[in-house]
């Protein structure tokens, strides 16, 4: 699976939009993007993912570049609740194995 | 659904104690898996099972167990217990092993494992 990278961290005013970038350079054609959020040591929990379109659910919107290179998550409206550590995952077609890296920590400011 | 559930929430050990971690999830899912993640880290993969009967080594399997024997659990086991092991422990799942098919893993509420 393509390695990914995130920033460390990063903060958004409650209300914004918050966008989330990850890299992935090395992504081949049949792998897909994922992300999850860990709230305070909680269980992961999953957001969204796409392959090469633009993906869109109640939880947030997934914009991958057309070379599939990079890819930006995001929050349209964030709250306080959206505090948590966000992972950007590559994950091959028929692969169930998902590989964490330190993810994004962002914090919703009020 | 209950989802995927974790019992216990929290344990303290001694060093080589042994003990299960237990699994169990309702929704029919085929493939389940163990992660542990230590403070500040990301989650790395135990060991997962693609289903009943079949189970294999993650990243770092090393001091620990598992076996499949029906869909709904899927049990850890440490057999003789370290200080290193001292961590969280999530338990996921997921419906389908089979390729071609993207799908979301459910991940349950964690054990919190301490060993002195």
């Known amino acids: 699976d393509a390695k990914t990278t995130q920033p460390t961290s990063m903060d958004c005013a409650e209300g914004r939009a918050a966008n989330l970038p990850c890299n992935h350079s090395?992504?081949?054609?049949?792998?897909?993007v994922y992300w999850y959020r860990q709230i305070h040591s909680q269980g992961p929990q999953y957001i969204i993912h796409?392959?090469?379109n633009n993906e869109t659910n109640e939880m947030a919107s997934l914009i991958i570049t057309e070379d599939r290179k990079s890819s930006t998550l995001i929050l349209p409206h964030a709250t306080l609740r959206d505090t948590a550590v966000y992972y950007c995952i590559v994950k091959g077609r028929g692969a169930q194995k998902l590989v964490f890296g330190q993810g994004t920590r962002l914090t919703i400011n009020p | 659904n209950a989802g995927v559930t974790q019992t216990p929430k929290f344990q303290v050990l001694k060093t080589g104690q042994s003990m299960t971690l237990q699994c169990a999830q309702d929704m029919n899912h085929e493939y389940m898996s163990w992660y542990r993640q230590d403070p500040g880290m990301g989650l790395r993969l135990i060991h997962y099972?693609?289903?009943?009967?079949?189970?294999d080594q993650g990243e770092v399997p090393n001091g620990y167990n598992v076996s499949r024997s029906t869909t709904e659990d899927f049990p850890l086991r440490l057999l003789s217990a370290a200080p290193s092991q001292t961590s969280v422990y999530f338990c996921?799942?997921?419906?389908?092993?089979?390729?071609?098919?993207?799908?979301?893993?459910?991940f349950g509420p964690g054990t919190r494992l301490t060993v002195l």
């Open positions: 796409g392959l090469k």
């Open positions: 090395t992504i081949s054609g049949n792998e897909y």
């Open positions: 099972s693609v289903g009943a009967g079949i189970t």
């Open positions: 996921a799942s997921s419906y389908s092993r089979l390729a071609g098919i993207a799908d979301t893993q459910y």
